[in-house]
């Protein structure tokens, strides 16, 4: 397994707190991702980093902020979670190379 | 933004048999990828193949870029195979389009 690592791993919150999931990775890895996984939607883009405070938004970005102050710290912020925001958050890594995207194990975010 | 479409949403086979998966896109890509998500939600790499065709044990894919088009070959069905694979597009800019994905349920 690529060595990344999710936390939480589950999360509860009510509606207008603020909310971080940590994606960490020990494979030094350029690239990082961070998508929402959502029935009938497949996995969506939400953003992603090609370096140390290097950040794009992806395809549903809204409500959505990011930060990446090391290599192996990937940070996804809920400024004011909101129930659509309820989903299951991945983050996924890339060397760039022919290999492909890795994936951690997901957090189960709820938000009431 | 591109469109990536799997098909069958949903496939129901017996242990033993053999499957075929299909990823159209919309566009030209720079890489495409294909994912199992088992049923405990963990995603796994299968292949990563902007082209031609790599085998995995009972597993291969082909793709063909200039026709858009993928699939996934499942040879001799195992109920260790059940779950959700996906195919993902990448773009330039290292940005990557998923399908809606194909629900593979093998029974014993």
């Known amino acids: 397994d690529a060595g990344i690592t999710q936390s939480p791993r589950h999360k509860v919150t009510e509606t207008g707190t603020p909310v971080t999931l940590r994606c960490h990775q020990t494979?030094?890895?350029?690239?990082m991702y961070w998508y929402r996984q959502d029935p009938g939607h497949g996995l969506r883009l939400i953003h992603y980093?090609?370096?140390?405070?290097?950040?794009d938004k992806g395809e549903v970005s809204d409500g959505y902020s990011v930060s990446r102050s090391k290599t192996e710290d990937f940070l996804l912020t809920l400024e004011s979670a909101t129930s659509s925001q309820t989903s299951v958050y991945f983050c996924?890594?890339?060397?760039?190379?022919?290999?492909?995207?890795?994936f951690g194990p997901g957090t189960r975010l709820t938000v009431l | 933004g591109i469109q990536v479409e799997q098909s069958p949403p949903d496939l129901i086979l017996q242990e033993g048999a053999n499957s075929t998966l299909r990823c159209n896109f919309s566009d030209s890509v720079n890489n495409l990828q294909w994912f199992h998500q088992n049923p405990w939600g963990q995603l796994i790499n299968l292949f990563y193949i902007p082209s031609g065709t790599k085998q995995n044990g009972r597993l291969s894919a082909t793709t063909v870029a200039t026709e858009r088009y993928s699939l996934l070959y499942i040879s001799s069905s195992q109920t260790t195979d059940s779950g959700v694979y996906f195919c993902?597009?990448?773009?330039?800019?290292?940005?990557?389009?998923f399908g809606t994905g194909t629900s593979l349920t093998v029974i014993p």
């Open positions: 993902a597009v990448e773009l330039a800019g290292n940005q990557f389009y």
């Open positions: 494979e030094n890895h350029r690239y």
């Open positions: 980093s090609y370096g140390v405070k290097d950040t």
């Open positions: 996924a890594i890339s060397s760039g190379g022919a290999v492909g995207q890795f």
